[in-house]
């Protein structure tokens, strides 16, 4: 009997094992569920748009409201089990991981393979209410904020946009047990104090200032401890999690507060990921395993110990790019300092990228970590120069020789007449036409090129925060 009893434990771990590893079999075939008509970040209303209005039965799709400027935003619902599931994505215009990822997630609902008894079981026991982009207006122009100026995550409580009084509706409607708040963070933030992006980081949102933990909350924290476990397979130590100070303005901070259990994902930065789409990836997954382990109640059975063994997120502990210990020169006499660079870029009319970088700070900055790092001993490091000769456009910079140009401590140039591709030239930063030598820098704040060289001559130029070898 004992025996007995010991063989079945043994197997029904086993079955637990086997089901909870379903996400690698997922990850498989992501590429088929990928929607492929996204394949950057700023996609905007209008593709969103078109794809939730094809989406046939068994999905339910209709109009749940529209933005101040009058785009709908839509309520995409799944399923008819009898716990009920709410996500929402892009409150923060500028933040889209995680609505690629529901686009995604769409296509897996549609399909049918090996995986249609996973979809029976979500359907069966969960109704999935989705609410992709819900701030359409600051996706429009790329921008956190609605067109009202407003922080969608701080009017919760005052409830003025009409994006804001959607999501409470929806939520109240639905009487969710579940919430999932999707947004972006910076990409400069580690996973406690190491060398690890914070690629994605959870919060099981605190609902007063005394952070205490009820039924609602705890749950939060036994499924976010899975959902880290599920992520270690693929970003092992990228994985951090939020400082849990109540703020009583936020969403998910009142969401957890009006009774559902919510669970933050933001997506953060990985190296050789800028577009994200690696991300996008870990967000399906991640999601995914977590709507089989609430279908499941596996939760059930987790300890909120693994949610808080999470490192928390350090934040402003990346650079782009780190030149480390070169010396720069003040008044004639030259410094040991370490330069951190930061790329950024500046989206016209919610289109078009101007990329850039700017010196994010430099002194001892043994403290930081960074994507790219060069070792700058020996080396100088002086402003990069202006070329003397205005040119007349953006498409004459481009035929330019830039190599010889770097050779010669080069790596701006003016143009007199200036367009907006003028932004998207990468080897050599494009200045207006009265743009003064003298004022190139290399100081925090200053976006001016460095051009580093070893006995006085040019071994490598840095353009836009990118690192050239000449
Ligand atoms: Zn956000």
Known sequence: MRHFFLLSFALLLNMCDADAQFDQALAKNYELYKEPSITHRRFKHEVVEGLVKRLATPFKVEPAGASIEGRNIYKVSIGSGPVKVLLWSQMHGDE????????????????????????????????????PMLNPDGAERFTRRNALGVDLNRDALRLQSPEAQLLKRVRDELKADWGFNLHDQSRYYAAGMQSNTATISFLAPAYNYEKEVNKIRGRAMQLIGLMNGTLQNYIPGKVARYNDDFEPRAFGDNITKWGTSTILIESGGLVDDPEKQEIRKLNFLVIMS?????????????????????????????????????EIERNG???????????????????????GAYVADQGDLSTYFSYENFSGRDYQATPGRIYPKVMPNTAAVRKLDHRSLWLQGYTAVRVAQWDDAAGQVQEMDVLPPNEKDKEQMIAPGYGSGVVLKKGGKVEYVVIKGRLYEL
Do not use: C
Not at 100 to 129: H, K, N, Y
Not at 336 to 345: F, K, M, P, Q, S
């Open 96 to 131: 889209s991981t995680a609505t690629m990822a529901l686009m995604d997630m769409f296509r897996f609902f549609q399909a049918s393979d090996q995986f249609d008894p996973l979809r029976r079981q979500l359907l069966r026991e969960l109704t999935i209410v989705f609410i």
């Open 290 to 326: 977590a709507l089989e382990a609430i279908a499941a109640h596996r939760y059930e059975m987790a300890d909120r110990a693994a949610y808080e063994a999470i490192p928390f997120n350090e934040s402003n502990a990346f650079m782009d790019l780190t030149l480390r210990e070169v």
């Open 333 to 355: 006499k030259w410094y040991t300092v370490d330069i951190g660079l930061r790329r950024d870029e500046t989206i016209v009319d919610g289109e078009s990228v101007m990329s």
